[in-house]
């Protein structure tokens, strides 16, 4: 993917209305200036999620997150940076030029790939039509939705169709319409035999499978009719849109209730999706009958670290399906498992209890993958001792793939504690099955002897926490560059002449020419931007850096901006108190921060040197240089502080 030209970048910005794009997601109403609602990102009853149409940002007080509209598609759809840049562009018609001239061959993929959109989206509203409007699809197709108990706004939601019964209905209306039959073909839809052609899924209620952004990937088709030797499901072939392993039905509609629950349901066919989204659940995704893969694993990554999986009750597949549960082990992932009744499944389960019951039967049979997977190999195996421990070394093999320690040693004790077994013998099994696989991983023979420390895998005992430093002084130093860097200030040179410099210059000028630093990384990495911008002659607003990349420093800035949201919204809404404007006394403002700023960089290196006494052997001449240093610094610390008007207490 070719890399998005700056100036577009501020013209996708600036034509892109943080509220209308938000307004999609959340309901928000004017709240004075600004507009409020219930936040996306988590379960709230009082609205605490605002919008500033002026700044164009958003804050969410209830999580804390925010940013601008670019943040807030790279949060509630975990787009890239690019890809939320492209989303919007496509929303406000904005061209993004290729990098370099395409090639023919590139052009060629770009117009077949549009190409096969086209034609899934012109066949989802065919078979809507043949649904909704003919005689035979509300007869045959509607009926059959309406049997098996799902509303009409849920088969509009999931936009549900039928393929009519005949040879080629579908491939008709396609070719009448221009479509080329070498794309009906390569998306499925249309098959080819001794120079004719019929619909792929004739007589069959229809699917749609969508992408993460909702494009019609392809399609599921069921028969109807009760011949055996038809099968009950075709789904599309795979193309260069439609990829089966690395797509999860329903996901389009899922993503943001697994944000925002933090949890992902996941089930086997398209009806139970569409049975529990209909009970009020709609943190849901099904495999569509196929293995998971690492690839759906990885997707669901993307929004949640927690899978639960839901079995039938009956599924024969059930064994089979432990390698799924390993895949999600090995993605780090926190893995739940639920059996519903023998004979039941999502769908079924759904369809004879209450939302309310079908959430609370889900909360009370809720089992951790050792004690499903136990109960599954137990049952099939009774209590052979041989059994049992090849059944213990096939869970320690699960547990193995668990990339963090500390929650392999955490299972390492569950499964001592489940079998009754001393937890060492656990240990030691996990060391070496780990041991084996690194070595296999290993292509060179003299590393295959690889030793796995035992401390790898039990959790310590003593977490040591890292002293937290204060960063306020270079946070408000930051804030100052930020809100008004490019205002001009009067100051008075070395002869008492006053003269105008930008604040930026300013700012700079006194940290540079004292050679001092920020530590926290991401106000470090804003002052080098304001660095290199009066390198170019160039003064940075606090707009140039909410249209960055890097959503640490955008997260900042926008953070900084959303406070004035919430004192206008504290202070003037509710009290009815205006304060004075720092703008109003901007010299004393900028030279407090800066003195401050260099007030806590004094103090630092006092603490460096002090501790440098207790903790270094420092030689004669190191130890009167130090002083040397020391009391210097306490000089200029106290005319600092004599300049921000405090008293050192002796």
Not at 576 to 604: A, Q, R, W
Request: glycine letters at 6%.
């Amino acid at each position: 993917m070719s890399k998005i030209p700056s100036h577009i970048i501020d013209q996708i910005m600036q034509s892109s209305r943080i509220e209308e794009v938000i307004g999609d997601f959340v309901q928000l109403k004017r709240a004075g200036s600004n507009l409020k609602g219930l936040s996306p990102f988590t379960d709230e009853k009082t609205p605490s999620f605002i919008v500033s149409p002026a700044k164009q940002i958003f804050k969410c007080f209830s999580t804390g997150k925010g940013g601008t509209v670019v943040t807030f598609l790279m949060e509630k759809e975990h787009f890239s940076y690019p890809e939320a840049l492209r989303w919007l562009a496509n929303r406000y018609n904005i061209e993004i030029p290729a990098e370099t001239a395409p090639t023919a061959e590139e052009i060629a993929d770009k117009n077949e790939r549009d190409s096969l959109f086209i034609i899934n989206e012109f066949a989802k509203s065919h078979f809507i039509h043949n649904l909704m409007e003919t005689d035979e699809g509300k007869a045959v197709g509607l009926t059959y939705f309406e049997e098996r108990g799902f509303r009409k706004d849920i088969v509009e939601k999931f936009q549900l169709g039928y393929c009519l019964n005949v040879n080629d209905d579908f491939t008709k209306n396609a070719l009448e319409k221009g479509y080329k039959l070498e794309y009906l073909e390569k998306v499925g839809l249309t098959k080819s035999k001794d120079d004719r052609q019929f619909d792929f899924f004739r007589g069959r209620v229809m699917f749609p499978i969508q992408s993460i952004t909702g494009r019609v990937l392809g399609f599921g088709g069921r028969t109807l009719f009760t011949d055996k030797k038809i099968a009950k499901y075709f789904n599309s072939p795979e193309s260069i849109i439609y990829n089966k392993s690395e797509i999860l039905y329903g996901l389009f509609f899922a993503k943001g209730t697994i944000v925002k629950y933090e949890e992902c349901f996941l089930c086997e066919g398209y009806t139970d999706v569409i049975s529990m989204h209909q009970a009020g659940i709609e943190n849901v995704v099904s495999s569509s009958g196929t293995s998971l893969t690492k690839e759906q694993v990885k997707l669901v990554k993307r929004y949640t670290q927690n899978l639960t999986i839901l079995y039938d009750g009956d599924a024969a597949g059930i064994k089979a399906s432990f390698r799924g549960i390993d895949l999600i082990l090995e993605e780090g992932m926190n893995v739940k498992v639920v059996l519903f009744p023998d004979g039941e499944d999502p769908d079924s389960f759904s369809k004879k209890t209450s939302s309310t019951e079908l959430e609370q039967y889900i909360k009370d049979h809720r089992q951790d993958f050792i004690t499903f997977k136990a109960s599954i190999l137990l049952k099939e195996n009774g209590n052979d001792p041989l059994k049992k421990s090849e059944l213990i070394r096939d869970i320690v093999q699960s547990v193995s793939l668990i990339p963090d320690q500390i929650t392999r040693s955490v299972y390492v004790q569950e499964i001592a504690r489940q079998f009754e077994i001393n937890e060492s013998i656990i240990s030691n099994e996990l060391i070496k099955i780990r041991k084996n696989t690194i070595a296999r991983q290993i292509q060179e023979p003299e590393m295959k002897e690889v030793q796995v420390e035992k401390q790898d895998l039990i959790a310590p005992t003593q977490l040591e926490f890292e002293e937290k430093t204060d960063y306020l002084h270079e946070e408000e130093l930051i804030r100052l560059l930020l809100r008004f860097g490019t205002r001009e200030i009067s100051v008075a040179s070395d002869d008492k002449q006053e003269q105008s410099t930008s604040i930026i210059e300013l700012i700079i000028n006194e940290v540079l020419t004292d050679d001092l630093d920020f530590k926290h990384p991401v106000y470090n990495r804003i002052f080098q931007f304001f660095v290199d911008g009066i390198r170019e002659n160039v003064l940075y607003s606090s707009s140039y850096f909410k249209r960055l990349e890097d959503q640490e420093i955008v997260t900042f800035v926008s953070d900084l901006e959303s406070r004035e949201i919430e004192l206008s919204h504290n202070w003037i809404h509710h009290h009815g108190i205006f304060t004075k404007s720092e703008s109003d006394n901007l010299y004393p403002t900028i030279m407090n921060g800066i003195y401050n700023f260099k007030y806590h960089k004094v103090e630092e290196r006092l603490n460096e040197i002090k501790k440098s006494f207790k903790t270094t052997e420092l030689s004669d001449e190191d130890v009167l240089l130090a002083l040397s240093e020391q009391m210097a610094l306490e000089k200029v610390k106290k005319i600092l502080s004599e300049k921000l008007g405090r008293i050192i207490l002796k």
